[in-house]
């Protein structure tokens, strides 16, 4: 089975203060694609990154980056000097090989940035 | 290059009324997914097409459920008689035929239902 979890419900950070949102996925497939979306208050999910299972690189995209540990199951988010803009929903998702690509998503964490 | 668009974005309905929802992806993006989402979820998966085929439906879509993509363009979601637990954000998403891209899905705004 496929599966997402994201343990942190809420998280609650005054602005400037660096934050890691948490990921732990399960699958048997030995290729999938993990991926991050942001859900702020309008609804719209925005995609912010995809990685491979075989590629554990980590990647940094601005105040963005990502943590992939394959020994884990990990696929952590680090949002470095948070802003009051990130304040949103974020979601980790799963796509495995054996699937007709439909995404798996974790229930989400609520990260709260306080001015 | 425009995103998905999803009409309406609200529905107020009667429970046991039939409601459709349309979905545009994408120009050229020749995969289209519908997902629902309730609150404090992440959304779930319904059903997949790859142009107008489709190819997987999740065992949360009932007989209640139909959707089509006729030419493989626009998308619509037919909920039939309407109950109470259906009330949701329905979400489509479209993802390219480019085989480096063709995993990331780009979501529309979606259309939250709500049935009284």
């Known amino acids: 089975a496929q599966k997402v979890t994201q343990a942190q419900t809420e998280i609650s950070v005054v602005e400037k203060e660096d934050v890691t949102l948490d990921c732990v996925y399960e699958?048997?497939?030995?290729?999938?694609?993990l991926f991050w979306y942001k859900q702020p208050p309008s609804g719209e999910l925005v995609f912010l990154i995809r990685r491979n299972s075989f590629d554990e690189q980590n990647e940094i995209s601005g105040r963005y980056s990502w943590n992939f540990q394959k020994s884990t199951s990990s696929f952590n988010f680090t949002i470095t000097a948070s802003q009051v803009v990130d304040s949103a929903v974020y979601f980790c998702?799963?796509?495995?090989?054996?699937?007709?690509?439909?995404?798996?998503f974790g229930s989400g964490t609520q990260l709260t940035v306080l001015p | 290059d425009t995103g998905v668009s999803q009409n309406p974005r609200h529905k107020i309905t009667k429970r046991g009324q039939n409601v459709t929802f349309r979905c545009d992806p994408i120009s050229e993006h020749n995969r289209l997914y519908w997902y629902r989402q309730t609150l404090g979820q992440g959304p779930e998966f319904l059903t997949y097409f790859q142009n107008e085929a489709q190819l997987e439906k999740s065992r949360l879509l009932s007989d209640r459920f139909s959707a089509e993509r006729p030419k493989g363009s626009f998308s619509t979601l037919e909920i039939q008689r309407t109950e109470q637990g259906d009330s949701a954000m329905y979400l489509c998403a479209s993802s390219p035929e480019a085989p480096r891209k063709s995993y990331e899905q780009y979501f529309g705004p979606g259309t939250r239902l709500t049935v009284t």
């Open positions: 998702a799963l796509i495995y090989s054996g699937s007709a690509r439909q995404l798996t």
């Open positions: 699958t048997r497939d030995t290729t999938y694609y």
